[in-house]
């Protein structure tokens, strides 16, 4: 009995020993399985990127991430007929080099652009097939300065403008002469115009370029210069990067696109037709932009909305239905009927741009080179009745316009933003305007602004809102209304979540102490952008709070190291704050990167005029008033250099031909105090 006993207890303390075991392997099995079960999971609801999202709601697989552009000379190498017909188009032409076969423009010699508030006048001329313009004065018949400029780019394809642009380094800018060529026009470009010429000044930005162009290389850290500047708007636009469909085509993996679509590339034919519609109106919706947080005005792709990336902004005015911009043809088509009866029609496709721009028979073609009958027929494949009478107006007047549609119902007319253009108004309708003369951008009259309406969403959030009114106000307009308007947004936000916002808001409107007030208190949680930094910068400069001012300076400068203004800001507060090696080493830097760039040389000029290296300083000052032969500080500093040198005599004759150009400049009649202690 003892013996089976101490039997037992072996056999319990084995059974014990195995269910350890086998507790041990269930759980093992169990914590694989979780994980696996997990990990399962994770991979059927994982977090994706926008562009993975694209890819898994299309198919098509050149919209993923990281996929990249191979540039139109790689489509041109299969699609030779469809290339050379696409670069007969408007898009096709939208940008080249400045040379006679690019340009529309006709330059009549001795015929040059003249402004009355600064004097100029401007003489495009090609010589040796370089387009040059000259910006000269003119002193009872004689030539009193001089200025040569050499154009690198033409923007537009000759339809309706030719636009001029310089390059210096790399650093694009809008030269001051815009060609109208549907009425044969030399003027300014829009927004030179009324006293307002900014000369060679006025870059070319990131979100300018992004419609006139295809995807230029653009250097981080800079507003307006490039590495590498493609010529037109090329095929990727429209059908997305094509590293993938080339690669397929070379490994001979073709597709039957008759039967199949082809998904290593988009045909734009094959979206919905919503997302076709979005297609156009990312460069067709053309406003004031306000970006989503994180995106680039290069980041929009084909079958994105345009709202994903950005939302644009138009004016509304009283009594503005027949008032529209240039580049807002999507949403006028959708005031259609048209439009808007076949949207949700059981007899009809949705009616969208590409319906009438590429149908089977103008595939890529200019629509200059278009029968007027291709469009028509699209007309008439919904309004036909009996007896082919599809249009009620007097056969007699429909003879004399050759029964042409468009004519009437889409007449031309002329646009609220560019002067001297007509355009052919997409807001289909029955309308009398074609009986009409067109009028002229500053002949089109409206009643008062209302508000800001985006294009491109229903109902934008209040910060897009706030962020629309401050940036419209900055680019557009001087109205307080509108940062009134921001205000209402803005307000529902604390400055803890909007700090960026508010120090805009609070810069536009002047109230420097409230800017250093939100920085001193949200400054060291990491916020900031360039911008943000630059603000608060110049607002310290403001109060004369230099050394502060320098902090956000340098910063602004580290974010956007090719950002030109903001090296010549800093640089100037190191100069006042008597820093003169490290402001040198900026206004250099400035004038390496762009020589034309006439505050740097001022600048320059200024600290080697303090460090008795006269030669240096008067060449410096110099090259400064040959930029910019107003700049009065550069005048100030040569009269200063003069007396310096102790050429009296030369300072007294210099400083009445200041006074005389310059009156009741009151910097003037201090150096009258300067010379009368020199004994003249």
Not at 70 to 85: R, S
Not at 198 to 225: A, D, L, M, Q, T
Request: overall charge neutral; charged content about 20%; hydrophobic content about 35%.
């Amino acid at each position: 009995m003892l013996y089976f006993v101490k039997r037992k207890d072996t056999i319990v303390i084995l059974l014990r020993k195995y269910f350890l075991i086998i507790y041990l392997i269930i759980a093992v099995l169990c914590i694989v399985s979780i994980i696996s079960f997990s990990g399962n999971q994770m991979q059927s609801s994982p977090v994706i990127s926008d562009y993975e999202q694209l890819v898994q709601q299309l198919g098509y697989m050149n919209l993923a991430e990281g996929v990249k552009y191979v540039g139109i000379e790689k489509c041109k190498q299969c699609h030779d007929d469809m290339y050379q017909a696409y670069m007969r188009t408007g898009m096709g032409q939208s940008w080249g080099l400045a040379t006679p076969e690019k340009s529309a423009s006709v330059f009549r010699p001795n015929a040059p652009l003249h402004e009355s508030r600064y004097g100029f006048y401007y003489q495009p001329l090609w010589k040796d097939n370089l387009l040059l313009v000259s910006e000269f004065r003119l002193d009872n018949g004689d030539t009193s300065y001089k200025r040569i400029e050499t154009v690198e780019y033409i923007v537009g394809s000759g339809q309706h403008t030719n636009s001029h642009i310089n390059s210096v380094n790399g650093y694009l800018y809008q030269a001051p002469f815009t060609y109208y060529t549907q009425i044969g026009l030399l003027d300014f470009p829009p927004g030179f115009e009324g006293g307002r010429n900014s000369r060679f000044s006025r870059p070319i930005g990131f979100e300018c370029i992004s419609c006139h162009n295809s995807y230029p290389e653009e250097v981080k850290g800079s507003v307006n210069k490039y590495k590498k500047i493609p010529l037109g708007i090329n095929c990727e636009r429209c059908h997305g990067p094509g590293e993938l469909h080339v690669n397929a085509m070379l490994a001979g993996e073709t597709v039957n696109t008759d039967i199949r679509a082809d998904f290593t590339i988009v045909n734009p034919k094959r979206l919905p037709k919503y997302l076709q519609f979005e297609l156009c109106a990312r460069c067709h919706n053309q406003g004031n932009s306000v970006l989503k947080e994180g995106k680039g005005f290069f980041d929009f792709k084909p079958g994105m909305t345009v709202n994903s990336i950005m939302d644009v902004f138009r004016e509304v005015y009283e009594n503005d239905n027949d008032a529209f911009w240039m580049e807002t043809h999507s949403e006028r088509l959708k005031k259609s009927k048209c439009f808007t009866e076949t949207q949700n029609h059981p007899d009809f496709e949705p009616l969208g741009c590409l319906d009438c721009h590429f149908t089977s028979s103008m595939k890529h073609t200019s629509y200059k080179e278009t029968s007027v009958d291709t469009f028509n027929n699209k007309c008439k494949s919904c309004h036909q009745v009996e007896n082919s009478n599809y249009c009620m107006e007097n056969e007699n007047t429909r003879a004399t316009k050759n029964n042409d549609c468009i004519f009437c119902h889409m007449p031309k007319t002329g646009v609220f933003d560019i002067p001297h253009v007509i355009i052919s108004d997409h807001h289909i309708r029955v309308t009398d305007k074609w009986k009409q003369t067109v009028k002229s951008t500053n002949e089109i009259e409206t009643g008062n602004f209302i508000r800001l309406k985006s294009m491109s969403s229903d109902q934008p959030d209040g910060l897009t809102m706030a962020k629309a009114y401050i940036f419209h106000f900055e680019k557009f307009s001087s109205n307080p209304a509108l940062l009134d308007s921001a205000y209402f947004y803005l307000k529902q936000f604390s400055y803890a979540e909007q700090a960026e916002t508010w120090v805009y808001y609070y810069y536009l409107k002047g109230e420097y102490t409230t800017i250093i007030n939100i920085a001193e208190k949200y400054a060291g949680s990491g916020l900031g952008n360039a911008v943000f930094h630059y603000q608060v910068g110049q607002s310290y400069q403001n109060m004369r709070l230099t050394p502060k001012a320098i902090y956000y300076f340098i910063k602004a400068v580290k974010l956007e190291p090719f950002n030109l203004d903001y090296r010549n800001k800093l640089g100037t507060s190191l100069l006042q704050k008597g820093n003169y090696s490290d402001a040198k080493k900026e206004f250099l830097f400035v004038i390496k990167e762009n020589p034309k760039i006439a505050m740097a040389h001022n600048n320059l000029g200024f600290i080697y005029l303090l460090e008795k290296e006269f030669y240096a300083a008067e060449k410096s000052l110099n090259t400064a008033l040959r930029l910019d032969p107003d700049y009065i500080n550069a005048h100030l500093n040569l009269m200063k250099l003069y007396l310096g040198k102790g050429q009296l005599a030369r300072a007294k004759e210099y400083l009445s031909m200041l006074k005389l150009k310059y009156k009741n400049n009151a910097q003037l009649n201090e150096f009258d105090a300067m010379v009368k202690q020199y004994g003249l």
